[in-house]
């Protein structure tokens, strides 16, 4: 019912603002680029650029739109019943998940749930601002808090840090009207490292959608031997994950990530999706896979106690 609600209070202050149907984003690129492709290594490497890191947001399916910032991704997931933020981007740019939420035409008082993968403060930037004025739920997995925690304590999280609230655990769903998230504890890149998978849909075709919430390993021996454990489990259900949605549209996890935006933006009725990838999936956790076997081979080749 929030949406009739927001659509009501919209009407009455005389303002027609209703969620842009894809076609009235379609061609917006960022900083007057001429393709998103052209401007990939910039988003990923010109962090302080705020011209280039303050993209349009744009709908990528029926109930996904991408409201990250360029190097860092946030992306929005709409239900019959409210919102889901997935990822809060880098605390530089903090302020643009709002902006681009309301960009959109959606309410950032209507976000619920909040789910951070992994507790880096690229990752956390928006979260306090989500929990406090916009009332949303934060979700990280239970070891992701209390690193959260012990980061903030000891003065190193370069992030305002939201207050313990939802613990997610391996096995846990989360179901906010027609939606529902199958969450995956996937240690590795940082102690509590969350994935879950759910549903995306494009034209009346529903589609698998997968998050990793860290892709790559920490340091030490501990750190790769779980990272080599998550991707191994997340392997044994590569064969249905068919979208990748990144907390990091980078090269390494998508080399086509911004050209299939491009591609999105020029799509014709009919076409295939091009962010539904399955080869894509499985290439990235097979490569994710040799990172981790190089991990623990550099883990065990350090003499103990270092
Ligand atoms: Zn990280």
Same mark, same amino acid.
């Given at each position: 019912?929030?949406?009739m609600?927001?659509?009501?209070?919209?009407? *009455?202050a005389g303002?027609?603002?209703?969620a842009?149907?894809? /076609?009235?984003v379609?061609?917006?690129?960022p900083a007057?680029?001429? /393709?998103?492709?052209?401007?990939?290594?910039g988003? %990923? %490497?010109?962090?302080?650029?705020?011209?280039? !890191? $303050?993209?349009?947001p744009?709908?990528?399916?029926?109930?996904l739109?991408?409201?990250?910032?360029?190097? /860092?991704g946030?992306w929005?997931?709409?239900?019959?019943d409210?919102l889901?933020?997935?990822?809060?981007?880098?605390?530089?740019y903090?302020? !643009?998940? *709002? $902006?681009n939420?309301?960009?959109?035409?959606?309410?950032?008082?209507?976000? %619920?749930?909040?789910?951070?993968?992994q507790a880096?403060?690229?990752?956390?930037?928006?979260?306090?601002q989500?929990?406090e004025?916009?009332?949303?739920?934060?979700?990280?997995?239970?070891?992701?808090w209390?690193? #959260? &925690?012990?980061? *903030?304590?000891a003065?190193?999280? $370069?992030?305002?840090?939201?207050?313990?609230?939802?613990?997610?655990?391996e096995?846990?769903?989360?179901?906010?009207?027609?939606?529902?998230?199958?969450?995956?504890?996937t240690?590795?890149?940082?102690?509590?490292?969350?994935?879950?998978e759910?549903?995306?849909?494009?034209?009346?075709?529903?589609?698998?959608?997968?998050?990793?919430?860290?892709?790559?390993? *920490?340091?030490?021996l501990?750190?790769?031997?779980?990272? #080599?454990?998550?991707? /191994?489990?997340?392997?044994?259900? !590569?064969?249905?994950? %068919?979208?990748?949605v990144?907390?990091?549209?980078?090269?390494?996890?998508?080399?086509?990530?911004?050209?299939?935006?491009?591609?999105?933006?020029a799509?014709?009725?009919?076409?295939?999706?091009?962010f539904?990838?399955?080869? $894509?999936?499985?290439?990235?956790?097979?490569e994710?896979?040799? &990172?981790?076997?190089k991990?623990?081979?550099?883990?065990r080749a350090?003499?103990?106690?270092?």
């Amino acid at each position: 019912m929030k949406n009739m609600k927001q659509a009501a209070g919209l009407i *009455a202050a005389g303002v027609m603002v209703l969620a842009l149907p894809a /076609t009235e984003v379609a061609g917006q690129t960022p900083a007057g680029a001429q /393709t998103w492709a052209s401007v990939a290594q910039g988003l %990923e %490497e010109e962090r302080g650029n705020e011209a280039l !890191q $303050r993209v349009p947001p744009f709908k990528v399916f029926d109930n996904l739109y991408y409201v990250g910032v360029g190097y /860092t991704g946030s992306w929005l997931l709409t239900t019959s019943d409210g919102l889901i933020l997935i990822e809060a981007v880098d605390q530089r740019y903090a302020d !643009q998940v *709002a $902006r681009n939420i309301r960009t959109l035409g959606f309410d950032p008082n209507d976000v %619920e749930y909040l789910i951070i993968g992994q507790a880096h403060a690229d990752h956390l930037g928006a979260a306090k601002q989500f929990q406090e004025e916009f009332g949303a739920r934060v979700g990280m997995g239970e070891a992701d808090w209390t690193f #959260m &925690e012990e980061t *903030a304590a000891a003065g190193r999280l $370069r992030a305002d840090a939201p207050k313990r609230d939802l613990v997610i655990r391996e096995g846990d769903t989360l179901t906010l009207g027609d939606t529902t998230l199958r969450f995956y504890s996937t240690p590795g890149h940082t102690p509590g490292t969350i994935s879950y998978e759910f549903p995306v849909v494009d034209g009346g075709t529903r589609h698998t959608a997968f998050v990793f919430g860290g892709s790559a390993p *920490a340091g030490g021996l501990e750190a790769a031997e779980q990272f #080599m454990a998550s991707v /191994t489990r997340i392997e044994q259900m !590569q064969d249905r994950m %068919e979208v990748s949605v990144l907390n990091h549209a980078w090269q390494q996890m998508d080399p086509q990530f911004w050209s299939r935006v491009d591609r999105l933006q020029a799509r014709k009725p009919g076409e295939p999706h091009p962010f539904v990838d399955n080869a $894509r999936f499985r290439a990235w956790i097979q490569e994710s896979k040799a &990172e981790a076997t190089k991990a623990l081979e550099a883990a065990r080749a350090e003499p103990a106690g270092r």
